[in-house]
């Protein structure tokens, strides 16, 4: 079976070649259609799907995989910083609190959704001060990152704690898409 990432993450791909050594990356050009009516739960598990129908509606005989990640505080939204002084804004916010992260996972063959999940992962953060949010932006890391950091990087001396799976923050919940993956195509399907 062929499989597609419809990310361009490298987070994502490295993560997903843990599962499957072979696959191929296609961007979604979709544009993200949101509703404000979805909770903060709905939300990355409906991009993701948007994302994965779109790459799925051209390569219908492939198993392709969506993802979308977001960092909710206290019920908002915080995607991908805009530019420095919102990065700069939503560390502040973070700073010595409890943030929630989603990312929400789909699976789609043949233009037509198999399956989607989404889970969540509880971060806290250490207090920073104005010199750690200031050193940090020159790093350049935040700001292709939901919530302005990278656990997985510099943004990881920040995190006091989490409760849940540290690869969900990172941007794709590993060992949950392992157990989706196997349900939807049998132990054996994996070793294609």
């Given at each position: 079976?062929?499989?597609?990432?419809?990310?361009?993450?490298?987070?994502?791909?490295?993560?997903?070649?843990?599962?499957?050594?072979?696959f191929?990356?296609?961007?979604?050009q979709?544009?993200?259609?949101?509703?404000?009516?979805?909770?903060?739960q709905?939300?990355p598990?409906?991009l993701?799907?948007?994302?994965?129908?779109?790459?799925?509606?051209?390569?219908?005989?492939?198993?392709?995989?969506?993802?979308?990640?977001?960092?909710?505080?206290?019920?908002?939204?915080?995607?991908?910083?805009?530019?420095?002084e919102?990065?700069?804004?939503?560390?502040?916010?973070?700073?010595?609190?409890t943030?929630?992260?989603?990312?929400?996972?789909?699976?789609?063959?043949?233009?037509q959704?198999?399956?989607?999940?989404?889970?969540?992962?509880?971060?806290?953060?250490y207090?920073?001060?104005?010199?750690?949010?200031?050193?940090?932006?020159?790093?350049?890391?935040?700001?292709?990152?939901?919530?302005?950091?990278?656990i997985?990087?510099?943004?990881?001396?920040?995190?006091?704690?989490?409760?849940?799976?540290?690869?969900?923050?990172?941007?794709?919940p590993l060992?949950?898409?392992a157990?989706?993956?196997?349900r939807l195509?049998?132990?054996?399907?994996?070793?294609e």
């Open positions: 079976m062929e499989w597609i990432l419809a990310s361009g993450s490298p987070r994502r791909r490295e993560l997903l070649g843990r599962i499957i050594p072979d191929s990356v296609q961007v979604s979709v544009e993200e259609q949101r509703d404000p009516a979805w909770t903060v709905e939300l598990k409906r993701a799907l948007q994302k994965a129908l779109d790459v799925s509606s051209r390569n219908r005989s492939a198993l392709v995989i969506g993802a979308d990640t977001i960092v909710s505080l206290d019920g908002m939204v915080l995607g991908k910083p805009r530019d420095e919102d990065a700069m804004d939503m560390l502040r916010a973070l700073s010595g609190r943030h929630l992260v989603y990312t929400g996972v789909a699976f789609c063959c043949g233009g959704a198999l399956s989607s999940f989404v889970q969540c992962t509880e971060v806290d953060f207090p920073l001060t104005e010199e750690q949010i200031q050193r940090y932006l020159a790093t350049g890391e935040p700001f292709d990152k939901a919530g302005a950091y990278g997985q990087g510099k943004g990881g001396l920040f995190v006091k704690g989490i409760r849940g799976d540290y690869f969900n923050v990172v941007g794709f060992a949950r898409a157990q989706e993956m196997e195509l049998g132990a054996d399907g994996l070793k």
